[in-house]
């Protein structure tokens, strides 16, 4: 590498700190409600960021940088109060700043994903063997870790660093020393750290209230799967994409449904109000909403029926209802709540107890969702969930005139693993491609397991050609993993056929399509991506 070379990378590296304080700030701003103090933090992150980007002539983070000023400056024109709008816009900036960098080790020196970690994950296993390899897993998938053979490098490395997370064995240092270990070490802390349990054994229930007790928030008994880890720390962490929840609020009163949104909005949350309740339904589709919040008692219909007409929609069966009423009468409640109701809120209502159940009923929701719609062994999306995905993208594509790709991807001789390997192999390879996609696409783009070894990958905004590209250097990337096995190592390849939507195009042919392309691709030697030409019809 050239000194000039050396000279740029160590520039870029300086604002990639600079946007990781951003980002730091603005996961903070997640946990509580914006005021004065925390824009004001984010803005003097976001100034240092503008200024690093402009001297070291980094045009990709100044012009986030700058959008994020844009955003901040709407705030204040609004007299200081978030619209959906600007917290959707503000969202989509601090995750395309998240997803700038170079990612640590790439020898290619690729612009990737580099996860907003600024501190290291801490291994404590009492199998040091089985530590230091979880640290070669996650290091490969751009995650810093720190691997400990004993309680005394443990303390040493917490006196001079604190981590973004540990994951501990609860006998790490001794039988159920891990456990006090992690104890002590969070006592006295202002803000706890996140702390992922382990054990050799499956574990009784007293054993899993001590690890909660002790500030436990996972726990994995017999193995530690990275995909599994990885997707964890990024949540605990925060340095997962925060998508904000999306309300929709139903009440004919303008003046009550105006107030709602604003406590919400000022709590980084996106609402769209609805004051007729008749067009219910067709708001529901197009919004998407996490969470309803109803008003019992309305001119056209009653909350109670608008719920029963809600829940006949087996899409919106599992979509929490929360009722903000005046009514008072506890009978009345749990009538309506015995009505497709998960809630009752009684009108006037505190701002902080609004947002708190909201925030609790949308994120335990979004949990829920995910394990109905997602594949068990990958955490990919499952057959079903991937076209409906797919025929919500084409509907907007349609809508808004704008590209959308639909890629089919297969792993090569995937039988011959099973065969030679083991199926706890293939179940690996599986595993890894699922994780590599989910690291090198967008996170607006969904990957679905279609079934088996077959993937499923919906591209918004993006036309034949660019999936092409981002596809095939997938594929050569993903060729390069080796699996350490006996008798000798094992390297993977994948197939991949794209689809390009049109407006006149339906799923069920826009799936063939990239059937056939994948036959295409398989049909030319594997380990290739080909995209479907209308004259293949």
Sequence with gaps: MSDQEELKQHFAQRVIHQAREVLEVWQQLQRSEWNDSCRSALADANQRLRKFAERFDQTEHQLLAIGIEDCLGDISDNRGRLSSNTIATLSQLVYRLARTGLRHGDPRGQSAYVPPLSKPVYIALGDNQRARHVVRQLEFFSMNAQAFASDSEFRAAMHERHPAAIVMDVDFNGPGEGLQLAERIQQGLEEKLPLIFFSHQETDTPMRLAAVRAGGLEFFTGTIDASCLLEKIEIFTRTAHYEPFRVLIIDDSRAQATHTERVLNNAGIITQTLNEPIQAINYLAEFQPDLIILDMYMPECMGTELAKVIRQHERYVSVPIIYLSAEDDLDKQLDAMNEGGDDFLTKPIKPSHLIATVRTRAERARSLKARIVRDSL??????????????????????????????MIDIDHFKKVNDTYGHPMGDRVIKSLALFLKQRLRKTDHIGRYGGEEFAVVMPDTTVQNAVKVLDEIRERFAEIRYPAQPFDLFCTFSCGIAEFTPDAEIKSLTQQADEALYSAKRAGRNRVEWFRPSQD
């Design 378 to 407: 990958t955490g990919l999306y499952n057959h079903t969930h991937s076209l409906q995905l797919l025929e919500d993208a084409s509907s907007r594509a349609r809508r808004d005139g704008q590209p959308l790709c639909f890629a």
